[in-house]
């Protein structure tokens, strides 16, 4: 079964916009990270933080971790028409969540 | 340096009949995963391997298997296919696989089964 599950499903957005999404997991994790997937195509690492790790920026991105929540979050600022993917968050090495879809609009 | 390539990009098969996938890591890579995506089911974990060795199996029948060869390549074997097997295989090679770097992903292969 998946262990990482994003919320939510799809989000649509204006060019511009920041994005949120978030991650749940049920067991203990040593890291997590996320990726995103350009419609079809194999998915690019964007960001990894460590169970230790509270919140890790890289570029436009920021990303957030409770380990007390079981919980990450994934911040998208001043979204572009390319940001338009879908994002998955994986636990460890294995788990993948079934993802959350976004739209940028122009 | 290359990515991870995987071949073929397209493929198209009978129910009934077999395939083979193929996985190349990044040079100096020893753990190869592969993963299933289809629309209904998201993106499920396959297999595992790691210096030859299966490491880490998922929940899939043992009509999916797979093998690794001593320069690390991999491939996937899907038997007696069934038309619930169309769908996006990915492999994703890491250095030793404990994703301390995060896996990088192919562009993967897409199989339809007709």
């Known amino acids: 079964s998946q262990q990482g599950e994003e919320d939510p499903q799809a989000l649509s957005i204006q060019e511009g916009e920041n994005a949120t999404m978030n991650c749940s997991y049920k067991?203990?994790?040593?890291?997590l990270q996320w990726y995103r997937q350009n419609s079809g195509r194999g998915l690019v690492h964007l960001i990894l933080?460590?169970?230790?790790?509270r919140e890790k920026h890289s570029g436009r991105l920021r990303v957030t971790l409770d380990t007390s929540k079981k919980s990450s979050s994934l911040l998208i600022t001043a979204s572009r028409a390319a940001d338009t993917a879908s994002y998955f968050c994986a636990t460890d090495e294995l788990s993948f969540g079934a993802g959350t879809t976004v739209t940028v609009r122009a | 340096k290359a990515g991870v390539t995987q071949t073929p990009r397209y493929l198209i098969k009978t129910r009934g009949q077999q395939v083979t996938l193929s996985c190349s890591p990044i040079?100096?890579?020893?753990?190869v995963s592969w993963y299933q995506q289809t629309p209904g089911q998201g993106l499920q974990f396959l297999f595992e391997y790691f210096s030859e060795t299966q490491r880490n199996k998922g929940n899939f029948p043992g009509r999916f298997s797979g093998r690794q060869f001593s320069n690390s390549r991999s491939e996937m074997n899907v038997s007696t296919l069934e038309l619930g097997d169309s769908a996006l295989y990915l492999c994703?090679?890491?250095?030793?696989?404990?994703?301390?770097?995060?896996?990088?992903f192919g562009s993967g292969t897409r199989l339809t089964v007709v």
């Open positions: 040079s100096g890579h020893r753990s």
């Open positions: 933080i460590r169970s230790n790790e």
């Open positions: 994703a090679s890491s250095l030793v696989g404990d994703s301390g770097a995060g896996y990088t």
């Open positions: 067991t203990s994790i040593n890291n």
